[in-house]
């Protein structure tokens, strides 16, 4: 590209210089020659910079739509507890047993727990109640040594913690006038590695070192199980000093599908349930706030138009088991605008459609009109309609109905049951029991779900205003606005939150009044952010401090990091791709009458759009994804070239493959449920139910013969059972141009947990 | 040609438009003027920093620190279609590098570099100088080979 005369010319009046000059170029050679050096340097770094911010917005993209996700899993869990009151014989309890215990009196006696056996073969911290510094010394060191905890300590340990939160208000006060200084952590994530890192830079948990930890503490990392317990147990050893908020993540629901739930399994197979019953209860327990001095309140996610801090101090925070299970009546008033998927950095004020170009060119009207009649997950009826706009401040409602699946487009909904909207009989989710309990006032009960939701859920925005999270499906995007009323209300000078992965580990927002802080280094990828912590003293000026955990020791240039967070980041876009292969093709398809396998770029970029849904720069990933014909078109097919199934199943027809691969981790984390002695097998009998019932929640219209099939192709022993971990299998893609990566990758990832009980 | 300039002339748009879009946080058709010559860049041009400098000039809505799309995209379009800041060939890199190593070592000492990257023409900042000498310099040797340097600057998806 470029001019080809202008720079001949050029090069050969730098030949002739050089020439003349022999060994000592002028200085004014010298200077033309650095400045050309570091033009192609700097340019050379913007495109790296660029390909940065793009990777970052396809992880962050994929993560959100993944919430989203969960929020149709936990819909779909309410349907079977609503619709199928038999799951071959079970009944409700099997499902409700993982989601709703009821309570187990025997749980709740600390008595049993001592009960249980410690081998002698046993190496690891044998805690002692109540705990001392050198059982919290114990219990790092036994961590650093990648051990594990007993089953007995960490049920004593949860216990204890547990008794201990029931007695702590929602929101916690904290002064500095005691101590030099407070430090503040956010999202963790089962990182213990970052951690450990924060306790050898800042200090250990004392009474000159106190800790906020805000939230997230589990989920996504691998050692979720190991943070929690260091964080309780440092609550326990210091409760005036050592202080946790609640996260999104300290949500049974969300550690479904998150994989808290899978590490507790997988590393406590005898009393793992215990555990989860456990965890479930303490996290529910835990504070929602903190205020320091008065001054400076600390949430996991941040707060709405509704927030009133008075009122959250008064709920029975515990009632919130999961913001995922809804109070009955706000499924009425979900209208079915909020399907319409905004942008996460389109936040318009009003909540309105956003007249930006950007979404007239994605057409979502059109689809979203169509899915309307077709799925039955809302009401017709405007008349409890909760619009979009939401300015207003009584009628912002706290959840969004959950995106529709793609694959509903296309086909109309086979005849799954309506979801009954039976307003008398309210089933009470968030008490321990499953009874059916007539609610004092359903709208008040309501309420104090939303209080916790918005603070838990919520991301400021730029603009003004407060409109649903539809990005995430739960809480408020905030306005500084919203912050400046909030702060002013109760006499608050700044507002200090997490919930969202920065590069830099922080971020400042609402001139200053809001501060975003994120302690899970490379969150993403190898590379991807810094993780941070603040410092706050008695002048309340917060001072950062930055880390990123390496695993390797040599340091990483930001060329190779951006190229592995890249890679990464384009292997889960393409699966993503892979995942919607039907749909894509069909919009393909629409624009290219005459098969020729091609169509513009513009094209291409809006069909991708229209069915992912992303909001990614499409045309800046083009080159990345997908190859141009001669002519500069798109050969659209391309992009599936270097991807395929692990196993072929030759029963399985294409659009069935496709449909489970999309949903493969739903599919795991309902077998998990029903795999009570976690052997890994389920009944053929099992697994036909189970996906018929997912499937018509979905409306996916696959006939009984073709489950039959994949059931019966699927029991390679001919027993009658299925392993469900090879079922999985079959359904993760395979990059086949990247073998070596994948296989480093699939070692990271699929580490195998040694067993603590 | 006549008919394709057209077309040309709405892919440059598309083009910009995509690029500009990446950094478009708000979703309001504004950028940071600090993202600017990273777009710039990523849309193929070699500017030199005086150059940027300029540009921005024209474009800037009167020191908001942002910069509109409505003033991007014209000016942007004028710098694609004259070539403004055309690209700096292999070649012309490679000379400049023998210019800069006067003895003809084929390398460059991490010292020399920095003299020159940081004390000449458009000098780097510390941080541009640290990545030069991270990503560049042969950890055996300690020195920057010239081949090297300009293979690995090559690298890097086009079309």
């Known amino acids: ?292 001095d008065g001054k400076v309140l600390i949430v996991h996610g941040g707060i709405s138009d509704q927030t009133d801090l008075d009122f959250l101090s008064s709920i029975e925070r515990h009632k919130v088991k999961s913001a995922l299970r809804f109070p009955r009546r706000s499924l009425e008033q979900l209208d079915i605008s909020q399907y319409c998927r905004q942008a996460k950095r389109m936040r318009s004020t009003d909540g309105s459609r956003p007249s930006s170009s950007r979404t007239h060119s994605r057409n979502q009207r059109t689809p979203n009109q169509s899915r309307k009649r077709q799925c039955g997950l809302s009401r017709q009826d405007s008349a409890a309609s909760t619009s979009s706009s939401s300015s207003s401040s009584s009628s912002s409602s706290s959840l969004c109905s959950p995106r529709t699946p793609s694959c509903l487009s296309p086909r109309p909904c086979s005849s799954s049951p309506r979801m009954p909207y039976s307003v008398n009989v309210l089933q009470v989710p968030f008490l321990d029991s499953l009874s059916s309990v007539p609610l004092p006032s359903p709208p008040h009960h309501e309420q104090e779900w939303k209080q916790i939701v918005d603070i838990l859920w919520s991301d400021p925005k730029p603009q003004d205003g407060c409109s649903p999270n539809t990005f995430r499906g739960g809480g408020c995007y905030f306005g500084p606005d919203i912050t400046q009323r909030l702060l002013l209300q109760h006499g608050l000078q700044l507002l200090i939150r997490s919930h969202e992965c920065k590069q830099e580990g922080y971020e400042l927002c609402h001139s200053g009044q809001v501060i975003t802080i994120f302690s899970a280094s490379n969150y993403y990828e190898e590379g991807s952010n810094r993780g941070a912590y603040i410092k706050l003293g008695r002048e309340l000026v917060p001072r950062f401090y930055q880390y990123q955990v390496s695993r390797t020791t040599r340091k990483l240039t930001l060329t190779q990091r951006v190229r592995a967070a890249e890679g990464s980041a384009l292997r889960a876009l393409k699966e993503k791709l892979f995942a919607h292969r039907s749909e894509l093709m069909a919009g393909f398809q629409q624009y290219d009458q005459n098969y020729t396998g091609r169509v513009s770029v513009s094209e291409w970029a809006q069909v991708l759009e229209s069915v992912l849904r992303l909001d990614l720069p499409w045309r800046t990933l083009r080159p990345l994804l997908v190859r141009l014909a001669p002519d500069a078109s798109v050969q659209y097919q391309s992009c599936f070239e270097d991807m395929g199934p692990g196993i072929s199943l030759p029963q399985v027809t294409p659009n069935l493959a496709e449909t489970l691969f999309r949903y493969r981790t739903d599919i795991e984390i309902i077998f998990n449920i029903i795999d009570k002695d976690h052997s890994g097998l389920i009944s053929i009998e099992e697994f036909r139910h189970t996906w018929r019932l997912f499937s018509a929640h979905l409306g996916v219209a696959i006939d009984d013969s073709a489950i039959d099939d994949l059931a019966r192709s699927i029991d390679f022993n001919k027993d009658g059972s299925i392993d469900f971990t090879e079922f999985l299998e079959a359904f993760r893609v395979v990059h086949k141009l990247d073998t070596k990566d994948q296989q480093y990758n699939e070692k990271r990832n699929g580490e195998k947990y040694s067993c603590g009980d | 040609m006549a008919e394709s300039s057209h077309n040309d002339l709405s892919e440059i748009h598309k083009k910009i438009k995509a690029a500009f879009e990446v950094f478009d946080y708000q979703a309001n058709n504004t950028v940071d003027v600090r993202e600017i010559d990273t777009i710039i860049y990523s849309l193929g041009c070699f500017p030199t920093q005086a150059d940027i400098h300029c540009f921005i000039g024209q474009v800037e809505e009167d020191h908001t620190g942002y910069i509109h799309l409505d003033r991007f995209l014209p000016a942007m379009s004028k710098v694609l279609l004259e070539n403004k800041f055309p690209p700096i060939s292999e070649d012309v890199l490679l000379q400049a590098f023998e210019v800069l190593d006067k003895e003809n070592k084929g390398y460059l000492e991490p010292e020399e570099l920095t003299k020159y990257m940081t004390q000449e023409g458009e000098p780097f900042s510390q941080e541009e100088m640290d990545e030069m000498l991270t990503a560049h310099t042969d950890p055996e040797k300690n020195c920057i080979f010239c081949k090297d340097f300009i293979d690995k600057l090559n690298l890097e998806p086009d079309k």
Not at chain 1, 131 to 159: C, G, M, P, W
Not at chain 1, 213 to 239: H, Q, T
């Open chain 1, 1 to 292: 590209m470029g001019c080809g005369s202008s720079v001949a010319t050029e090069t050969q009046e730098k030949k002739v210089e050089i020439d003349e000059t022999v060994k000592t170029p002028s200085p004014a050679l010298t200077m033309k020659a650095a400045v050309l050096i570091q033009r192609w340097y700097r340019r050379y770094m913007a495109r790296l910079e660029m390909r940065r911010r793009y990777t970052w917005n396809i992880f962050q993209s994929i993560e959100y739509a993944g919430e989203q996700d969960q929020l149709q899993l936990s819909s779909f869990f309410s349907f079977m507890l609503d619709n199928f009151t038999q799951l071959n014989g079970n009944g409700p309890d099997l499902i409700s047993q993982l989601l709703d215990p009821v309570v187990d009196p025997w749980l709740d006696k600390e008595t049993c727990y001592s009960l249980i056996q410690v081998p002698q073969s046993y190496t690891g911290p044998r805690l002692s109640f109540p705990l001392s510094v050198s059982d919290t010394n114990a219990l790092l060191s036994a961590f650093k040594e990648q051990q594990i905890l007993h089953a007995r300590y960490v049920l004593l340990l949860l216990y204890e913690t547990k008794k201990l939160l029931k007695q702590m208000p929602n929101i916690i006060h904290v002064s500095t006038s005691y101590t030099k200084e407070i430090t503040i952590c956010g999202d963790l994530h089962g990182r213990l590695d970052d951690l450990l890192l924060i306790f050898y830079k800042n200090g250990l948990p004392s009474a000159e070192t106190p800790y906020v930890f805000n939230g997230d503490f589990v989920d996504r990392g691998k050692k979720s199980v190991e943070v929690a317990i260091l964080l309780f147990a440092y609550l326990l050893l210091y409760p005036d000093y050592m202080h946790l908020n609640r996260g999104n993540h300290e949500d049974h629901i969300m550690n479904l599908r998150y994989g808290f739930t899978k590490e507790v399994m997988q590393k406590y197979k005898t009393h793992g349930r215990e555990i989860l019953q456990l965890f479930q209860d303490v996290f529910s327990l835990l504070p929602v706030a903190t205020v320091i």
